[in-house]
């Protein structure tokens, strides 16, 4: 999927230093990302608890419906 939407990718152990965008990509990403950003890529420590929902679900010609209760 990168290599769709940028030519090239430069990082360094700091994070990403350049991100050059395929002609086509340009105008959109100047318009979602108007001045240059430093990402850091540095890794975040911590442990998320994922919260786990379940649910009950019901498959008709319709799709599929989630069970109240």
Same mark, same amino acid.
């Given at each position: 999927?990168?290599?769709?939407?940028?030519? /090239?990718i *430069?990082? /360094?152990p700091?994070?990403?230093?350049r991100?050059?965008?395929c002609e086509?990509?340009?105008?959109?990403l100047?318009?979602?990302?108007? $001045?240059?950003v $430093?990402?850091?890529?540095?890794?975040? *420590?911590?442990?998320?608890?994922?919260?786990?929902?379940t649910? $009950?679900l019901l498959?008709?010609?319709r799709?599929?419906? $989630?069970?109240?209760?």
């Amino acid at each position: 999927m990168l290599a769709a939407i940028f030519d /090239s990718i *430069t990082a /360094s152990p700091e994070g990403i230093d350049r991100l050059d965008p395929c002609e086509d990509w340009r105008p959109y990403l100047i318009a979602a990302i108007p $001045r240059p950003v $430093r990402l850091s890529t540095e890794r975040k *420590t911590g442990v998320k608890h994922a919260e786990v929902v379940t649910t $009950r679900l019901l498959q008709d010609e319709r799709g599929w419906l $989630r069970l109240a209760g």
